[in-house]
């Protein structure tokens, strides 16, 4: 039972517009959610959080959007750059951060 | 100030065998985690060790267990390897003592013959 879902497996945008990642849970129980970017041959590098009590955090060209009542997440990447270009991870916790339960990954390409 | 390593970093077995895979955490983290990361597929938690015990587990059959040493390290150890097991195995520290952020290794590529 997949209880984050990104059901977008790729995204091509232009150098310079802005990039948009959708991801959807299933879960009302979770209280904190993670955007996570893989390179190829390296780990998932953390990017930006989000706990359950905010709607909006922003962090230099890189915002995350909360709709609980949707069980909606979006991490919005303006202007998007070509080093962007990776697969980005929606992860999903309770604030014990035990577990952490993943998406299935949207690669981006970033176009020069 | 050294992240999350893990060895090694290939790894070519056959069906049957026994694979240990090691971790070491990022300096200041007392918390190991084990992920699997099947191609095309995101991470699935295996199991999680805070103190040298197991603290939490996923959906993982029992050939899968797991060891924290005393000072943060830990082993994540597959018996009877399936071909199925084929995966990259992903190792992420976190600290209690933080948000739950976790911080991940460059993974072991597991291949099962």
């Known amino acids: 039972d997949q209880q984050v879902k990104q059901n977008s497996p790729s995204l091509s945008v232009q150098e310079g517009r802005i990039s948009i990642l959708n991801c959807d849970y299933t879960n009302s129980m979770f209280d904190y959610f993670l955007w996570y970017k893989k390179y190829p041959a390296e780990g998932p590098t953390f990017l930006i959080s989000i706990s359950s009590i905010k709607d909006k955090n922003e962090d230099g060209r890189f915002t995350v959007f909360l709709n609980k009542s949707a069980k909606h997440l979006s991490l919005h990447i303006v202007p998007s750059q070509p080093g962007d270009s990776a697969v980005y991870f929606c992860a999903a916790s309770h604030l014990t951060g035990n577990q952490f339960y993943f998406g299935t990954g949207t690669s981006l390409t970033v176009i020069p | 100030d050294a992240g999350v390593t893990q060895s090694p970093t290939h790894l070519i077995k056959t069906r049957g065998q026994q694979v240990t895979l090691r971790c070491s955490p990022k300096?200041?983290?007392?918390?190991v985690s084990w992920y699997q990361q099947a191609l095309g597929q995101g991470p699935q938690f295996i199991f999680q060790y805070y103190e040298e015990e197991e603290r939490q587990r996923g959906n993982f059959p029992d050939r899968f267990s797991g060891h924290q040493f005393p000072n943060y390290s830990s082993e994540l150890n597959v018996n009877a390897l399936l071909l199925g097991d084929s995966a990259l195995y992903l190792c992420?520290?976190?600290?209690?003592?933080?948000?739950?952020?976790?911080?991940f290794g460059p993974g072991t590529r597991l291949t099962v013959l």
């Open positions: 300096s200041g983290h007392d918390t």
């Open positions: 992420a520290s976190s600290s209690e003592t933080s948000a739950p952020k976790q911080f």
